[in-house]
Each structure stands twice: as structure tokens, then as C-alpha cells.
């Protein structure tokens, strides 16, 4: 099942997600749907709020679909060690069609729980690393947008409002 992607600035992205405590066959349903929307809108990440679920469930895959083993699924994640710097394009399914520079560490190790339950320590560089503290932002309400400076956050803001009111930003 593909769910509609909630856009900013719908409340549910900026507001910290709930920790999951039932491990059970829904929880694997629900992941494997978000991978499928994750690829219908070609993401290489995505969070549960982004799906209007306040969940702390984030699924990455930096290949797009086309390597299983880059599939990475982060519950509860807790970032545990960052180090050196990037300066990126950054975008995000919730902000369609902006993108802008966003500075963050080059290498991070994230702390998880996989579908069964599991305790998962994962490190990624690069785009990986991006694509996890991104998404690990996401279930702490925090948008890349928030990286931005104030000028740039602004005039983004101004523009979806103005697609908001000609009905081009559902
Ligand atoms: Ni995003």
C-alpha cells in the first residue's frame, strides 16, 4: 500500500514522534508500505510522520530500490556518534521541489530496533549519514529547512504559502 505524503506545514512534522513498543506483524506491514511509498515518490528516505503517523519508524534506502542490501530500517534510532563535516543538497518528500545546502557531520553511527524488536547499530558516511540523521530528525519534529538561515527558511515559507493559496501545494 502507498500512503499519501503529508506536506509541510501540516502540523505532525514538527512535533516529537512516539516511541513504538509493539513489535508485532503490523508493525512489519506497516514498514513494508513505507518502503513502497518511500520508492513511488523515488525517496531514498522516509519517516512515519511523513505518512501522518507520529511514530518513531524511519526506512532508508540510499539505492533507490535497487539493491536489497542497502535497505535500512531505523525504529526508536538514537543517534550515537558523529564526526566530521559535509555541505549537501538536501531535499525532502514533505518540501517538494526545494532544495538548499545543509551542513552535517560526514560519518554517523545510529542506535536502533529492526521490525523484531533487535538493537541495531548501523554507521553510515556521506549520503548514508545524511539520510540518517535526516531521517532521524524527522521523528524529533526538526525539518532540514530548520538549517537554513532565517532569510532563505523564510522566503521558502512565503512560497509554499503562496502555492498553498493557489491550490498548487495540497
Ligand atoms: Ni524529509
Redesign the pocket.
Known amino acids: 500500500m502507498v500512503y499519501r505524503i503529508v506536506k509541510y506545514p501540516d502540523p505532525v512534522l514538527e512535533v516529537p514522534a512516539a516511541p513504538v513498543v509493539d513489535f508485532g506483524p503490523e508493525l512489519s506491514k506497516l514498514v513494508h508500505d513505507m518502503f513502497d511509498t518511500m520508492w513511488a515518490s523515488k525517496g531514498v ?1 522516509l ?1 512515519a510522520p ?1 505518512i501522518g503517523l507520529s511514530m518513531r519508524i524511519a526506512v532508508i534506502d540510499t539505492s533507490a530500490g535497487e539493491n536489497p542490501s542497502e535497505r535500512l530500517v531505523l525504529i526508536n534510532p538514537e543517534i550515537i556518534f558523529r564526526s566530521g563535516s559535509q555541505t549537501g543538497e538536501e531535499g ?3 518540501i517538494p521541489g526545494f532544495r538548499e545546502n545543509v551542513t552535517r557531520p560526514m560519518i554517523t553511527t545510529v542506535r536502533a530496533q529492526n521490525p523484531k524488536g533487535e538493537t541495531v547499530e548501523v554507521t553510515g558516511e556521506e549520503l548514508l549519514a545524511r539520510a540518517i540523521l ?1 531521517e532521524t530528525d ?1 521523528l524529533n519534529g526538526i ?2 529547512i530548520n538549517y537554513l538561515s532565517p532569510l532563505k527558511r523564510d522566503l521558502i515559507k512565503r512560497k509554499i504559502r503562496k502555492m498553498q493559496k493557489s491550490g498548487e501545494w495540497d
Open positions: 528516505g519517516a511523513q525532502c518528500l514533505s535526516h524527522h525539518l532540514f
